[in-house]
C-alpha cells in the first residue's frame, strides 16, 4: 500500500533532537512515500525548504503565511513570502482563519487570507486551509473569491455534514482527516460516515494530532496507515481501497 501524508510539519524544531531525517525514513519504510510541507512563517520556512530538498522525490513544499503568525508587521511577512512564489512549491498554504487562540487580528488575519487565496489562483495552484472557530468568516472571503475557483483542502476537518455540503458547494474541496478520527467519541467519526471517500485526504498534521495508540506523543508521518486503518473500520471497506482511493486524490489535488 502507498499513501500520502498531506499536512505534515517534519521541519519543525520537535524533530530536531533526533533528526528529521529520520522521520523521514521512518515514514517512507511505512509505506508514506509523499508528504506534503505547509509553511507556516519566514521563521520556519528555509529550514522547510532545506529539509525538502534533501528528499525531493518525497517532500513538497508548500508557501503561506499561517493565521496564528498574523500580527504587527503582516504585510511585511506577505512581501517575503511572495519573493518566495517562484520556488518550486505545490500549493498555497497552511492559511485561512484562527479565532480559537485571539480575535486580536481577526481583520488582518482576513485581508491576509484572501490575499493568499488570490494569490494561489494567480498561480494555479490549490490551498490548504486552516480553520478553528472561523467557518462563516472563511466562508465569508470565499464568497468574495468564488468567481476565481478556488480549489482545495479543508485541513483537520472537524466540521458537520452541513459544513461538507457548503464546502462541496465551491467546487473542487477536499477534507484533511488526521489522529481526531482514532480518538473515543470523537464527533468527526460520525461525520466521515457519510462523506464520500473521493473527497478525503489523508494527514497528520504531525507533530499534533497524534493517532492512537500514540496520542501523547510526537506525531508523525509515519502514523498515516493507522488514520487509514480507523477510516476503512468506518467505511466498512478494505484499507487497501482506502490508501489507493485517498492516494490518487491528493495527487489529483497536488498534482503529483
Known amino acids: 500500500m502507498q499513501f500520502i501524508d498531506t499536512h ?12 528529521p531525517e529520520n522521520a523521514v525514513r521512518r ?4 509505506g508514506v512515500t509523499e508528504m506534503i510541507l505547509p ?10 525548504f532545506e529539509l525538502a530538498g534533501k528528499f525531493p522525490e518525497n ?3 508548500c508557501l503561506g503565511l499561517h493565521p496564528t503568525s498574523v500580527g504587527p508587521g503582516w504585510e511585511e511577512e506577505m512581501e517575503e513570502m511572495e519573493h518566495c512564489s517562484g520556488r518550486k512549491i505545490l500549493a498555497i498554504g497552511e492559511i485561512g482563519m ?13 485581508a491576509a487570507f484572501e490575499m493568499q487565496i488570490r494569490l494561489a489562483c494567480r498561480l494555479g495552484l490549490p490551498v490548504i486551509i486552516h480553520s ?4 462563516d468568516l472563511i466562508f465569508k472571503v470565499l464568497d468574495r473569491c468564488r468567481h476565481l475557483s478556488p480549489r482545495g483542502v479543508f485541513h483537520a476537518f472537524s466540521g458537520s455534514i452541513e459544513t461538507f455540503g457548503r464546502i462541496s458547494g465551491y467546487g473542487d474541496w477536499y477534507i484533511g482527516i488526521g489522529g481526531v478520527l482514532t480518538y473515543k467519541n470523537a464527533g ?3 461525520t466521515v460516515r457519510k462523506i464520500p471517500l473521493d473527497r478525503i485526504v489523508l494527514e497528520t498534521d504531525s507533530p499534533y494530532l497524534t493517532p492512537v495508540p500514540f496520542r501523547g506523543k510526537r506525531n508523525e508521518s509515519s502514523y498515516i496507515p493507522l488514520i487509514a486503518e480507523k477510516l476503512a473500520v468506518l467505511k466498512g471497506i478494505p484499507v487497501e481501497e482506502v490508501a ?13
Open 59 to 61: 517532500l513538497f513544499p
Open 27 to 30: 515514514a517512507i519504510g511505512a
Open 8 to 19: 505534515t510539519h517534519l521541519y519543525d524544531e520537535q524533530f530536531m533532537e533526533d533528526g
Open 188 to 190: 468527526i467519526a460520525e
Open 244 to 256: 489507493a482511493l485517498t492516494t490518487e486524490n491528493a495527487r489529483r489535488l497536488f498534482n503529483i
Open 98 to 110: 484562527d479565532c480559537y487562540w485571539s480575535d486580536e487580528f481577526i481583520r488582518e488575519q482576513e
Open 39 to 48: 509553511d507556516i512563517d519566514r521563521g520556519t520556512r528555509e529550514a522547510m
Open 132 to 135: 478553528r472557530n472561523a467557518t
